[in-house]
């Protein structure tokens, strides 16, 4: 019988091939999926040609998703596109997305179920943590691991210790998954989980739908984690069944596994929350915002770009009009999200608010393109960061909140709640 | 290996858009990145930085994006190692397989003030302060670490490891 173990060990040890692993343990772990975008992946392609490496460990288990700066914005990210088109075509990379197939990736993979429970992803891109919210042990890495995943198919990890989180209460009106992992962040801090799996859990958590899940995996690296994970249950089973085309293992947490720290919310204490420039610790409940007037608001991302985030945004915005002066930019996340949301209406009456609809990319998260500001500006957002310079100028700035804040405070042309909207 | 060089002092929490800006991210020449180089953080930094000068932050350094483009970024400005209380672990993984020396050392944003010339033995971890004569010591590199840089980063070291096996 080997010893109590975290969800996220359990998952090590499965893949690097044996019973038990320890939190301090270097692992040499198989890999189920390796992705890279269009900014990181070039670089790992110039290191995979510079090795000498022929062929890449498995066709089907890369994935090359061209989501930072496509539409491309100029004739260097073409460039980088070009890049990943003609390498997943010399070595028949299955998993290769641009142009009218391209979603932001980490709404795109789970979508199309190329990530499941109890994998091992390795990312050339930091929110790649987002598929912890299946059961999966999935991490950020460099452009120089994920070309050595390629080569060889496994990466090594040193095992993270886990600090568990436990949701329990009622959630307030309009709280969300956003708003547990900004309060979250803003309790142990940018680094509280540095090195760490966080694993939610608890009744709340239970109760969450997928959609939300997957938020609050995604910003686990904003509190330094190296991965967040949800225990699979009904809720993700069903979400994955209906799209895996391969099988997976399900595993989940021992009930006496050792956990480095244990943290408890009662989440009917949670209000809305509101992260200020320029980081995701300094979070706020909305009940404590003064007057903060806004130019811009921006509804998609990784993190909150799917179809449940743009049905509440549609729920507030219908037979409302935006403030005047500001911009509403929203962007569904994937074609099958936009589509959707195309179908039920929702990008009509974003359209008739005032909204600029924008086809599916990263671009103004990062500050790439389709919504950059202006010096002076300042920006609400749905995505995950606000440092400084994050979506354009340096002395521009940038509030994180959920996208019903998001929705009504287009609406207000200053952050609020949809509780203030007559 | 010795590092010599005055140190340019930046606050806690310095994220991977501060040290290159995704703006910029429509390349990965490093010549090119070096030019932008901590430019969120301090504009002029791409100008004053000068060959073998070193970093010395508060804790988290590295946080946010996992762009290797950010330690491509230090290396090609001249950057001869980083020290800080502690590393984000994407950055502090890029950074050895990069080939960017860094050291977590706590006391040192406390101890070691912007302009001073100071000296990184990186076999040792010892760190002294030339202009104060004050000594500190960084955290060891781990083991699997050092076995990576010696054979010369990842790539080196998982060829090796494939020609090992044959």
């Known amino acids: ?422 | 290996m010795k590092i010599r060089g005055n140190v340019w002092k930046f606050g806690e929490n310095i994220d991977t858009d501060a040290i290159i800006p995704a703006r910029y991210l429509n390349t990965s020449d490093p010549k090119e990145l070096a030019r932008h180089c901590m430019e969120d953080a301090d504009k002029d930094f791409p100008d004053k930085v000068r060959p073998g000068d070193i970093l010395v932050a508060g804790k988290n350094f590295g946080c946010g994006s996992s762009r290797e483009h950010a330690p491509i970024a230090l290396k090609a400005a001249g950057v001869g190692c980083v020290i800080a209380p502690s590393f984000a672990r994407i950055f502090y993984r890029n950074a050895f397989n990069m080939g960017l020396p860094i050291f977590e050392c706590a006391e040192a944003p406390e101890e070691i003030e912007e302009g001073h010339e100071v000296e990184v033995d990186a076999d040792s971890g010892t760190i002294i302060d030339l202009t104060t004569g004050r000594e500190m010591k960084a955290q060891p590199i781990p083991p699997f670490m050092q076995e990576l840089i010696a054979d010369g980063g990842l790539i080196a070291h998982i060829l090796k490891k494939s020609g090992d096996e044959q």
Request: a negative charge; proline letters at 5%.
């Open chain 1, 1 to 422: 019988m080997s010893r109590p173990m975290t969800i996220a060990e359990k998952i090590l040890a499965a893949h690097a091939g044996t019973d038990e692993v320890r939190p301090g343990q270097l692992v040499d772990v198989q890999v189920d999926m390796a992705l890279g975008n269009d900014i990181t992946a070039p670089i790992s392609i110039e290191i995979f040609r510079e090795a000498g490496a022929k062929k890449v460990f498995d066709r089907e288990k890369i994935a090359l998703v061209a989501d930072h700066f496509t539409p491309n914005k100029d004739i260097k990210s073409a460039e980088q596109v070009r890049t990943l088109r003609e390498f997943s075509d010399e070595h028949a990379i299955k998993h290769f997305y641009e142009g009218g197939q391209v979603g932001v990736e980490h709404c795109l993979l789970p979508e199309k179920g190329i990530v499941l429970p109890g994998d091992v992803v390795i990312g050339a891109d930091s929110h790649t943590c987002t598929y912890g919210a299946l059961g999966a042990f999935a991490t950020g890495a460099g452009s120089t691991d994920l070309a050595a995943a390629m080569i060889t198919g496994r990466t090594w990890f040193k095992v993270p210790e886990s600090i568990k989180i436990v949701y329990k209460g009622e959630l307030q009106p309009w709280v969300c998954g956003k708003d547990l992992i900004l309060y979250t962040i803003g309790d142990i801090g940018v680094d509280g989980a540095l090195y760490m799996a966080m694993e939610f859990t608890g009744p709340v958590i239970e109760s969450l739908p997928m959609s939300d899940r997957f938020t609050m995996s995604n910003m686990a690296i904003e509190a330094g984690g190296k991965a967040g994970l949800v225990n699979p249950d009904s809720t993700t089973e069903q979400y994955v069944s209906a799209r895996a085309s391969r099988s997976y293992q399900v595993y989940h947490s021992d009930e006496n596994a050792e956990y480095a720290r244990v943290v408890e919310y009662d989440c009917s204490k949670i209000e809305p929350q509101i992260a200020f420039p320029h980081l995701p610790e300094n979070t706020v409940g909305i009940s404590e915002v003064a007057t903060v007037e806004l130019d811009q608001v921006v509804i998609g991302s990784c993190t909150n770009g799917r179809i449940e985030d743009l049905a509440i945004a549609a729920a507030i915005l219908k037979g409302r009009k935006i403030a005047e002066e500001l911009r509403l930019i929203v962007l569904p996340a994937t074609p099958a999200i936009w589509t959707e949301a195309l179908d039920k209406g929702f990008l009509k009456t974003f359209i008739e608010a005032g909204a600029v609809i924008g086809p599916p990319t990263c671009g103004p998260c990062l500050g790439g393109h389709m919504g950059v500001l202006a010096k002076g500006e300042r920006a609400l957002s749905t995505t995950n960061r606000n440092f400084v310079g994050r979506m354009g100028h340096p002395e521009s700035e940038v509030y994180l909140a959920s996208p019903a804040i998001a929705a009504a405070s287009a609406v207000l042309g200053r952050i609020g709640s949809p509780e203030e909207l007559s």
